[in-house]
């Protein structure tokens, strides 16, 4: 670990998850720098040591610095964590690739499936004629709330990657008394339990603003995890996957917490706000959103089975009335039970 702590690490992305990671990793001594894209959070950042429009209330540690620089943060880096929106992923990946040294290894932290082409986030990297083998590709992910770790309190996630060093280094570099992480070499079934599960916690949050109880909620956990598991297994996921961190444990955190960006727009709509008046006033991206219309054009293509992603993008995109909605769903043909 000794040998470790002299790597050098680039953090993508200045929001609550980005500055978190960022924070833990100064705090345990490495030297890391934090990309911000707007002058102005750079200019609170810098002055004040404190992310005041993300993670209020924490002083980030004095070995981590800031910078606006793309090729600054990915330069001379052993390791470049993607903490970014998942549409502009491919854009940022893709420039400051070029910088980076071969042997860096490259991990993103976001969840999500890009709307225009319907990738994953490893399958984005590689169409940047980069392979994962290569550049050490690896994606984190889990159930993980930034307020959350940025305290403290004892969390559990799960890094894949194809290249079990590069899993094993970014475990070893990342770990800490709170936090702790597991490995995986199934990294697409790792991305898409991450994406997926915050269509279903849009689902919740709309239960719940609608008045449903916990049997209502519970519901949609279990059969929202079977079509989860449904398009994961067909795009080439391990099943067993989802009985993770990345699958189950993701999706119980977002589907029960207010703290969840997804969570709280299905709230707001269950309750009867619009969708884009709820989207105008976030200021962090509320990725299932876009990843709803992703799965739902994935599951139309490729005639997947997933009536509760197909229900939520008709109340996201066309209008449809919540309530009526969840009768549509209890309305269809009987059947059994399976996954």
């Known amino acids: 670990m000794n040998e470790l702590l002299d790597y050098r690490i680039g953090v993508v992305g200045a929001g609550s998850w980005g500055t978190t990671l960022a924070h833990m990793l100064a705090e345990k001594g490495f030297n890391v720098t934090l990309w911000v894209y707007e002058p102005e959070l750079l200019e609170i950042l810098t002055s004040g040591r404190c992310n005041t429009w993300y993670l209020p209330d924490i002083e980030l540690d004095q070995g981590l610095s800031f910078t606006n620089s793309l090729k600054a943060v990915v330069s001379n880096k052993q390791i470049v964590l993607w903490v970014t929106p998942v549409k502009v992923f491919g854009e940022l990946f893709s420039r400051g690739l070029p910088y980076s040294l071969r042997e860096a290894i490259h991990v993103c932290a976001s969840k999500g499936i890009e709307t225009n082409t319907l990738k994953s986030i ?68 790792v991305e898409l339990g991450g994406a997926l599960k915050n269509v279903i916690a849009i689902a919740a949050g709309i239960s719940e603003g609608l008045g449903y109880g916990h049997n209502t909620r519970a519901a949609l956990i279990t059969r929202g995890l079977a079509e989860i598991i449904r398009l994961g297994t067909f795009w080439g996921a391990d099943p067993r996957t989802f009985g993770g961190l990345s699958g189950i444990g993701d999706l119980v955190l977002t589907c029960t917490s207010t703290l969840s960006r997804n969570y ?76």
């Open 264 to 339: 709280g727009v299905g709230l707001r709509i269950g309750k009867g706000q619009r969708v884009d008046e709820i989207l105008s006033k976030l200021k962090m991206v509320a990725e299932g959103v876009y990843t709803t219309k992703s799965a739902f054009s994935l599951s139309v293509q490729y005639a997947i089975d997933m009536p509760i992603v197909h229900e939520i993008y008709k109340v996201l995109f066309e209008n449809k009335l919540p309530r009526q909605a969840v009768k549509d769903l209890m309305a269809r043909d009987l059947k059994r039970e399976i996954t």
């Open 122 to 189: 490893s399958q984005i990297a590689e169409e940047h004629g980069h392979s994962l083998a290569q550049h050490k590709f690896s994606v984190l992910s889990g159930p993980s709330f930034a307020a959350e770790v940025s305290r403290k309190m004892p969390t559990a996630v799960v890094v894949a990657s194809r290249d079990e060093e590069s899993a094993a280094v970014v475990q070893q570099v990342m770990a800490t008394p709170f936090f702790r992480i597991y490995s995986s070499q199934d990294i697409l079934g």
